[in-house]
């Protein structure tokens, strides 16, 4: 049965959190007890989506951001996980990052940026990423040192309640792969982006523009500052380039990036 939404206090916005299951509202609603807004309405900005539990086939759990889905998983751990982070997202980004519109996989230490575009197609393939070694990271527009061009992933900052978040942690323990949880450093080791059938037969003005959907703000603005930071990017990262958005193609352009040894 769907619960309400909750509303919920973050920094100066108010933001919606709504589920499709009352047992899981009430396990979010402890654990942000101290940012709930009793009195006040307010959209659903996340939205959670639990499947059914019955039978043998594992179902799938889904966390949408403003009508988009970010994580598609069978753990209703990582779930309710996510949806405490990406409240972080709508806090002001650092001015010493540089946001990054794309999924973010780690390896071996090492990130590896998907451009957004394809994030829905990230999630489907997540098992078969696993089995290359890629792990999907739950966080909404990765942050890229622009100095030294590693991705800071910082474990969750958001003050809630420890014993509600204890509590989910406790009925739905944390995978080993949920690497997000953790403070971690990942020096940029190569990005997947759309880009033409013929790509290299383009200019390299041409080829660096491909690029610039992964630092355009929502209204189109591009900064100056970023694109000093993309170019540094396209200087010393491997780039794949594929314009297709299906699962095979995707698939090809991350397996393109990876060494013989994965």
């Known amino acids: 049965m769907e ?4 509303a919920v206090r973050v920094g100066d916005l108010v933001l919606g959190v709504r589920t499709n299951d009352e047992e899981m509202s009430a396990l979010l609603a402890r654990a942000l007890r101290p940012r709930v807004e009793t009195n006040l309405e307010a959209p659903p900005n996340l939205s959670l989506t639990f499947g059914s539990t019955e039978g043998r086939v594992r179902q799938r759990h889904l966390l949408y951001r403003s009508g988009l889905s970010v994580v598609r998983t069978s753990s ?8 405490l982070r990406y409240l972080e997202s709508y806090s002001p980004v650092p001015s010493d990052v540089t946001s990054m519109n794309a999924k973010l996989l780690v390896h071996d230490g090492e990130a590896v940026l998907v451009d957004g575009r394809f994030g829905i197609t990230v999630d489907v393939l997540e098992r078969r990423l ?4 890629l792990r999907v990271v739950d966080v909404h527009k990765p ?6 061009l590693v991705i800071h992933v910082e474990a969750p900052r958001l003050e809630i309640d420890a014993d509600g978040r204890a509590e989910i942690d406790r009925r739905y323990p944390p995978a080993p792969n949920e690497v997000e949880l953790q403070k971690g450093r990942y020096p940029l080791a190569g990005i997947v982006i759309w880009g ?19 630092i355009v703000a ?9 694109l000093e930071v993309l170019a540094r990017v396209n200087a010393s990262c491997e780039i794949v380039r594929t314009h297709q958005a299906d699962a095979r193609h995707v698939l090809e352009a991350l397996r393109a990036l990876s060494p013989p040894s994965r």
């Open 143 to 148: 942050r890229l040192d622009p100095e030294t």
């Open 196 to 214: 033409g059938e013929a790509s290299d037969e383009r200019s390299p003005a041409q080829r660096f523009a491909e690029l610039t959907p992964l």
């Open 130 to 133: 696993e089995r290359l070694g």
């Open 218 to 226: 929502r209204d189109g603005h591009l900064a100056p500052e970023d």
């Open 3 to 6: 619960a309400g939404p909750i």
């Open 76 to 83: 209703r751990g990582r779930v309710l996980r996510g949806a």
